[in-house]
């Protein structure tokens, strides 16, 4: 049985795009086995009192993070362009990424609109958009576009969110496992991977 | 020539202290120079409008950082003790840590008085406390504490903190090179000393 990390993921979030593209190498690497949990940081970040992201809301800080970034996806070899606005509006695209992981092609689509939108400065408020990186990759939009507006699918993502809140999620990518571990950042992401393959006695 | 990184750190300031644990070996592996350099972080969380640190401010954020720090103390085998109150006042160990750094066993100073906080839960803003981390280091504490409280150290620390607000800091540690980048974060210093070391062309 090989140990579980839960990636929680926002897609308006910067940090979480490199995340999403190294989570499934690492983790196979590691043996260890990793859930996409895709959740609003929007009500979160309310809770804390914060009307946009904290990188918008300290200039200093946003700053930093866009240069930080840029150096991050140079790197990795990862394209960047910082999306206009930010954070986009990531209601639906969580919604349809909720309904995507339902399928085997669904972290291969949150790799795909990670891509689009920090990689080729695509708005991913947009069903058109959403649309295009699913035929990309040759699965037909308009159902899953249909299932992502469907109340059990809108219910799965509140409940999802509740639940990053009551684990302590404050940010995102966040990492979580069993045993009650909370490992925020993408650079926690070595160190999360390392405790669930410990704590699973290897 | 060897590049030149300088390490801006408070000393009330949690993940300063692993940095601090790291940084000489570190950068002497990268044939890269640092530069201690003590600055406040106060009046550069004032401007940005927090009375204290942030993560008093936003529990959740706080929770993990406790809990993140006793995880990476432990991966570095340093001792680690809950700092009583947090964050302390540094503003005496800041004009101690300056003036300390004029002298050969500067940086030991500094490096003894993180262990003292975060390893042994002494008060840094405590001339007594201060006193004894000289006296361990076989220098005597009076002369430093006098000089300390001159009015030309006062003004470096003063100075130094403006700079730090000048070149875009907003949190520590966090580490500047020759050529204007800025490096933020305890997991920030190895790619900071890549840098300074690229950037001088080796």
Chains 1, 2 share one sequence.
Not at 6 to 21: E, H, N
Not at 38 to 49: D, M, N, T, V, Y
Not at 106 to 135: P, T, W, Y
Not at 158 to 167: G, K, M, P, W, Y
Request: aromatic share 12%.
């Amino acid at each position: 049985m090989p140990g579980t990390v839960d990636f929680w993921f926002d897609f308006a979030s910067t940090y979480s795009y490199p995340a999403a593209m190294r989570v499934a190498a690492l983790a196979e690497a590691a043996a260890v086995r990793v859930r996409f949990r895709p959740f609003l940081l929007g009500p979160i970040f309310k809770a804390q009192g914060w009307t946009t992201s904290p990188f918008n809301l300290y200039p200093a800080k946003g700053n930093h993070m866009w240069r930080d970034l840029e150096r991050l996806c140079a790197d990795l070899s990862l394209p960047f362009r910082r999306p206009e606005p930010f954070p986009q509006n990531s209601l639906l695209a969580a919604r349809v990424g909720i309904a995507a992981l339902d399928h085997g092609w669904g972290e291969d689509f949150c790799r795909a609109l990670f891509r689009a939108q920090f990689g080729d400065g695509i708005r991913i408020d947009d069903a058109v958009s959403i649309a295009d990186v699913l035929a990309g990759l040759r699965v037909e939009p308009e159902p899953v576009l249909t299932a992502a507006q469907s109340d059990a699918i809108k219910a799965r993502l509140r409940t999802q969110t509740d639940e990053a809140q009551r684990l302590g999620l404050f940010g995102a990518p966040s990492f979580t496992t069993a045993d009650g571990e909370l490992f925020w950042g993408n650079d926690r992401l070595e160190q999360a991977l390392r405790w669930a393959k410990k704590a699973n006695g290897e």
